[in-house]
């Protein structure tokens, strides 16, 4: 009887935990940035899109935060492009977008990438991603990971 009890207690412990893929999920996001006024407009060489995105100081050790509005281009093929509103002195705010694929829906991929310089005089390059295939998107938010 002892044995089943035992069973039954590494049983449940085992489905308490999270599944290994869900725990590589959260390891890899570090932080999320909402972004809102999303404005998805399809064309026939790509897709364009108009955003506002937010970053809260410290969403990564040493990071300013920031406050821009954006223009991502699926059109122009791995071109970030500057990010305009309240953005620290020392750092860059800029976007891109994808395009991927032929058929529909055809779904886009927004990057935002931070680069700033820590409080060890490091650059730091945080990316933030977004897949949608929605044309209606006024919210969403951007998960971040750290690239170097």
Same mark, same amino acid.
């Not at 049983?11 to 006024?37: F, I, N």
């Not at 705010?93 to 990057?111: H, I, K, M, R, Y």
């Given at each position: ?5 035992? #069973? ?13 893929? $869900? ?10 940035? =909402?972004?809102?006024?999303?404005? #998805? ?5 790509? !897709? ?7 970053? =809260? ?6 990071? =300013? ?11 122009? =093929? ?15 705010? $800029? ?16 990057? %935002? ?8 005089? $490091?650059? %730091? ?22 690239? !170097?």
């Amino acid at each position: 009887m002892r044995s089943y009890a035992l #069973l039954i207690a590494f049983v449940a412990s085992v489905a308490a935990h999270p599944a290994a893929s $869900e725990v590589e999920a959260r390891q890899a996001e570090l932080a999320s940035w =909402p972004a809102v006024g999303g404005s #998805l407009t399809r064309g026939t060489i790509g !897709n364009s899109l108009r955003f506002s995105v937010f970053a =809260p100081e410290n969403y990564v050790d040493g990071a =300013p935060s920031f406050a821009a509005s954006c223009p991502a281009f699926s059109y122009i =093929p791995n071109t970030y492009i500057a990010c305009k509103g309240f953005v620290d002195a020392n750092a860059t705010v $800029e976007a891109t977008a994808a395009w991927n694929g032929n058929a529909p829906p055809q779904p886009t991929t927004v990057s %935002v990438r931070h680069t700033f310089t820590n409080a060890a005089g $490091e650059a %730091v390059v945080a990316l933030g991603t977004y897949s949608t295939t929605n044309a209606n998107i006024d919210h969403f938010r951007l998960s971040v990971s750290i690239v !170097n």
